[in-house]
């Protein structure tokens, strides 16, 4: 799994432009899942993501993870971050996982990081979606399990 975290002051997701899921200050967290991937790997990510110090403390130095910050989690799916990019000019998917499973395993992702403690809402999965945010600083990280 790869999930790209941007910190931001606000962010939402629509849907033919009805909005699914919105937060405020905290963390857009677009989720990549590959073939291999399990609810082992989910659940690993979403302790290292909740524990991610990406926020300011009173210093301005990133020592606060999103709980501590008092900020919540956007989880939005992206199969694209599962793409091979390393020839051509063209994407291979094929390290993607397969829908079912892909869809599974984001779910159980935004429910793990939901069980540590930090408030969830989501995109919905396979949906065309157009996700808006303010990127914070501008703040973002590549994590990959």
């Known amino acids: ?40 790997v989910a659940r690993r990510l979403a302790e290292r993501v909740a524990g991610y110090r990406m926020f300011s403390d009173g210093d301005g130095k990133m020592n606060l993870d999103v709980r501590e910050a008092g900020g919540a989690a956007l ?39 939901e069980a540590q403690g930090v408030p969830v809402a989501t995109g919905r999965f396979g949906a065309d979606m157009q996700v808006h945010l303010v990127n914070d600083g501008p703040v973002s990280f590549v994590i990959d399990l």
């Open 1 to 40: 799994m790869r999930v790209l975290l941007q910190r931001v002051t606000t962010a939402r997701v629509a849907v033919a432009e009805e909005t699914v899921g919105r937060i405020g200050a905290g963390m857009l967290v677009l989720v990549g899942v590959g073939r291999g991937d399990d609810e082992a």
């Open 75 to 113: 989880v939005v799916s992206q199969f694209t971050l599962a793409a091979d990019t390393g020839k051509g000019r063209r994407p291979s998917f094929s390290g993607a996982a397969e829908p079912a499973l892909g869809q599974h395993l984001y779910e159980r992702f935004a429910a793990e990081l």
